[in-house]
């Protein structure tokens, strides 16, 4: 039986609740309200997120990358990492992997993906790397590229957690050819509003970390940046999907890229 706290706003739920989705408990849209009450926003904000994570899997796949780690999936919203993947590449093999148990109670509908391929769900933190890449290894071949995504996950890990750290093992079991990406959350565009949001989730429990584009920078050091290197999420190869409306009608406070493995 998973137990989901409810006390409690949750980054999952919270982002479900954005993207306009159920599986959401009145504290979790409580907060998401305090958000959008200091940058109205928001919900575009996770949109176009979830559209960077969709056109940087599809250009992973047609660059022939065939397995992925997910880690920070989120609660499903389609279309999932592993169709996109999967459409181009129907053996393409994705393990996902969160921490939070609603995101465990629905790894069902991300389980379901091509005969061909294989999807798996892992329950850990980020924090602890060496679970992660012990339970990946079981499904994924680390002898070929992977791709490892971190979207909008980053934020929710402080430097006192060691962010750079555990991105720099994940990324030194993996070989050459493989990829790391990430989108996150900065400050640098609107610094007032990041702060109240920092403090108003920290007073409910939740670690904001935003990060600057240099620190942001500093996750692809040991990589080769792919063009167009680091920029806002829409910005990344937006030929690859649909422009979600109203993304070029203010800030999107983010920023997007992907890293080769030399
Ligand atoms: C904003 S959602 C992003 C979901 C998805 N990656 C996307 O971009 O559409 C952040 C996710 O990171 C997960 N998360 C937060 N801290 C984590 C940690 N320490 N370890 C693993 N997952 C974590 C949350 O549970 C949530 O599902």
């Known amino acids: 039986m998973v137990e989901i706290d409810t006390s409690k706003p949750h980054p999952a739920r919270m982002y479900d609740w954005y993207l306009g989705g159920k599986d959401n408990y009145p504290v ?11 940058d109205p926003r928001v919900p575009v904000m996770a949109r176009v997120n979830r559209a960077f994570m969709q056109r940087a899997t599809r250009w992973l796949a047609e660059h022939g990358v065939r ?5 920070g999936t989120g609660i499903p919203t389609e279309p999932n990492l592993h169709q996109v993947a999967q459409q181009i590449a129907p053996d393409a093999r994705v393990v996902y992997c969160d921490n939070d148990p609603i995101v465990l109670a ?23 790397p060496d679970a992660i890449l012990e339970g990946a290894r079981k499904i994924l071949d680390f002898d070929r590229p992977v791709a490892l995504s971190l979207i909008a996950l980053l934020h929710f890990v402080s430097d006192e957690d060691g962010a750079h750290e555990l991105v720099g093992r994940l990324l030194s079991e993996l070989p050459s050819g493989s990829y790391l990406v990430v989108s996150h959350a900065t400050a640098d ?25 240099e620190e942001f920078t500093r996750f692809f050091d040991a990589l080769e940046l792919v063009e167009p290197g680091v920029d806002v999420p829409q910005l990344w190869h937006p030929e690859l999907g649909e422009p ?18 030399p």
Not at 28 to 38: H, I, P, T, V, W
Not at 106 to 128: F, I, K, N
């Open 106 to 128: 629905h790894a069902e509908a991300l389980l379901r993906g091509t005969d061909e391929g294989v999807t798996e769900y892992l329950q850990a933190d980020v924090r602890d």
């Open 28 to 38: 979790d849209e409580a907060m998401g309200r305090q958000m959008l009450a200091l």
């Open 189 to 213: 565009f609107t610094p007032e509003e990041s702060q109240a949001a920092t403090e108003k989730l920290k007073a409910a429990g939740v670690t904001l970390a935003l990060r600057s584009r």
């Open 244 to 261: 979600i409306p109203g993304q070029d009608d203010g800030v999107i406070p983010g920023y997007g890229a992907v890293g080769r493995k």
């Open 67 to 71: 397995q992925f780690l997910d880690v």
